[in-house]
């Protein structure tokens, strides 16, 4: 048997059922004997001043060469979790300055948060209260006392946030590419590929007009990776694709904003504040590296809905009745189709303006 499961199997044995008692054996137990902690390291229920009349008292204080390095939260084995348990958790973690808190109750969960940056915490664990969850080797090599780094876990959080970074990216994209957008990326690509066969406009107008294309989302499995196909074919499909509940938005503490609205007083007040940019500048500020137009000039928009396009929805594409006006007196409208997954680089934007903007 591994060493790490000995400590947990050692630990988990008989858990008390009061909090005072079950504080006691992750102390004495698994810190203490298991993962090698000297008691002089050891703090429980440190008082912290906060102001001059409050003090809170978190359950259990690690520290290294006189640092606090990680605070713990204990509740009863049998405890549903609540929120104001890991906001109590955060907050020790704020007060402390101190990226990593655990949370012991009904289950154990490892929290990181980077000091002096506004970005949300992540959880590294979750483990079961199971001899047999697998995650307890990972809580072993992290927290036995000889091995612990603060170092080595900020890397674990660079690499979650990269990896959850990463699975934004994948998901806006893939909610575009499943829209109305991907539409038209297969429809162009359909046409590119036959003007390089030298297929005259009006046979691929024919081509393009006696086909159904169809993006759909197909989530076959929870163990398998998204998997996305384009269906082109000669009959119409009558599959629909399952929808997600909508979600809305306050602005600045107000309204009751959806992703196209929210989208829209973004836009509309990030222009306010530059009154000086031209719609080129403008343009720059919210391609925000996406290959995606999310704002065009009128012109060019009636331009292009007026010409020989193919696109079947080329009046839906943007809100042409709803346009905004530069500094410089240039009219522009902004692209109609927002998702909960697209509208999260504008919200960014948003923020970095200084709007407040929550998710209600």
């Known amino acids: 048997m591994e060493d790490w499961h000995k400590i947990i199997t050692n630990f988990l044995r008989s858990i008390p059922d009061s909090e005072k008692d079950y504080q006691e054996r992750i102390v004495s137990f698994l810190i203490s004997i298991g993962l090698g902690w000297p008691d002089e390291d050891i703090e429980q229920q440190r008082s912290i001043n906060i102001g001059s009349t409050q003090r809170t008292i978190p359950d259990i204080v690690l520290s290294k060469n006189g640092k606090p390095e990680v605070v713990i939260e ?12 890991r906001l109590q958790l955060l907050s020790y973690m704020k007060q402390l300055e101190i990226n990593t808190g655990i949370y012991f109750g009904e ?10 940056r506004d970005f949300p915490e992540i959880k590294l664990l979750d483990i079961g209260l199971s001899k047999d969850d697998s995650n307890w080797k990972q809580f072993v090599d992290w927290f036995k006392c000889d091995a612990f780094s603060a170092e080595r876990l900020k890397t674990h959080y660079e690499d979650k946030m990269a990896a959850l970074h990463d699975e934004e990216v ?3 994209q893939l909610a575009e590419l499943t829209s109305a957008v991907g539409l038209d990326f297969v429809t162009c690509a359909i046409a590119d590929r036959l003007k390089k066969s030298c297929v005259r406009q009006k046979a691929i107008d024919l081509i ?11 989530d076959e499995t929870q163990d398998k990776p998204v998997s996305h196909e384009a269906v082109v074919s000669t009959m119409p499909s009558h599959r629909k694709k399952e929808k997600r509940p909508p979600v809305y ?9 959806g992703v196209q609205d929210l989208a829209f007083e973004i836009v509309s007040k990030v222009t306010e504040l530059n009154p000086d940019a031209t719609f080129d500048e403008l343009h720059q500020i919210f ?18 809905r007026e010409g020989n396009t193919t696109d079947t929805q080329k009046g839906t594409r943007w809100l ?7 500094g410089k007196g240039e009219k522009f409208a902004l692209h109609c189709i927002w998702t909960q997954d697209n509208i999260i680089p504008i919200i960014e934007i948003g923020k970095s303006y200084g709007f407040d903007i929550k998710r209600i």
Do not use: A, M
Request: glycine share 6%; hydrophobic share 30%.
């Open 170 to 172: 994948v998901n806006q």
């Open 74 to 85: 204990v509740k009863v084995h049998h405890h549903v979790q609540l929120e104001k348990d």
């Open 320 to 326: 042409e009745d709803k346009f905004i006006t530069s």
């Open 287 to 304: 391609r925000s590296g996406k290959k995606t137009e999310i704002i065009k000039p009128l012109d060019e928009i009636r331009h292009w």
């Open 249 to 257: 938005f306050t602005f600045n503490g107000k309204g009751h904003y």
């Open 208 to 218: 393009l007009s006696k086909i159904n294309i169809k993006i759909e989302r197909t």
């Open 107 to 116: 289950k154990v969960e490892v929290y990181y948060k980077e000091l002096g």
